[in-house]
């Protein structure tokens, strides 16, 4: 079978740098499971995948324009150290999600000066060109929940009814960025 939109795709990957550093991989144990066509997934890779069967093994390298965008200095901007709290713990490096206008945002701490905090709403990935080494591991039709929902949903019986249970099983697990959007609230 292969891949097309409301498909469910379970993948292989992981993600290069142009340093060729590993930024990111899915484990033999957990590969990801997403539903493609429906946004889940970077543009460019969906595209990548689109026909693709199980099996087969791809290599591509996806710009900025179709990965997490390029950086927008704008989204680089200082707040106070006490509107963190007292007492908080601030450093640079540190991540944390933000809820703005384009949903949930990974802000970073980049530097503390004095009460100074300077902060980046950019995506940790934006402006990076993204390599990728992907494996086709499984494609199989989703159902019409899962369609309706937009996202995959686990093995376990998913209850319809006004909000989603995807709980612990849903796919976007910790990962719960940009690329989620799991509208039912199952993952946030
Ligand atoms: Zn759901």
Redesign the pocket.
């Known amino acids: 079978m292969e891949i097309k939109k409301d498909r469910v795709v379970t993948i292989d990957y992981s993600l290069r740098d142009d340093t060729g550093r590993v930024i990111d991989s899915s484990s033999e144990a957990e590969p990801l499971v997403y539903l493609h066509g429906n946004e889940n997934i970077i543009p460019g890779l969906e595209k990548e995948l689109e026909g693709k069967n199980p099996g087969d093994s791809l290599k591509c390298s996806i710009e900025p324009a179709d990965g997490y965008g390029d950086r927008d200095e704008a989204l680089v901007f200082k707040v106070q150290k006490k509107e963190f709290g007292e007492n908080a713990e601030v450093a640079p490096g540190m991540q944390f999600e933000a809820h703005g206008e384009n949903g949930v945002q990974i802000v970073t701490v980049v530097k503390i000066d004095g009460d100074d905090v300077t902060l980046d709403a950019n995506h940790p990935l934006a402006g990076e060109t993204l390599h990728f080494d992907v494996k086709v591991v499984d494609v199989r039709d989703a159902t019409a929940?899962?369609i309706e929902?937009g996202?995959v949903?686990g093995d376990h019986d998913?209850e319809s009814g006004d909000s989603?249970?995807?709980g612990d099983d849903?796919d976007c697990g910790d990962d719960c960025g940009d690329d989620c959007d799991?509208d039912?609230g199952?993952c946030n």
Do not use: N
Request: charged share 30%; with cysteine.
């Open positions: 929940e899962e929902h996202h949903h998913h989603c249970d995807c849903c799991c039912d199952c």
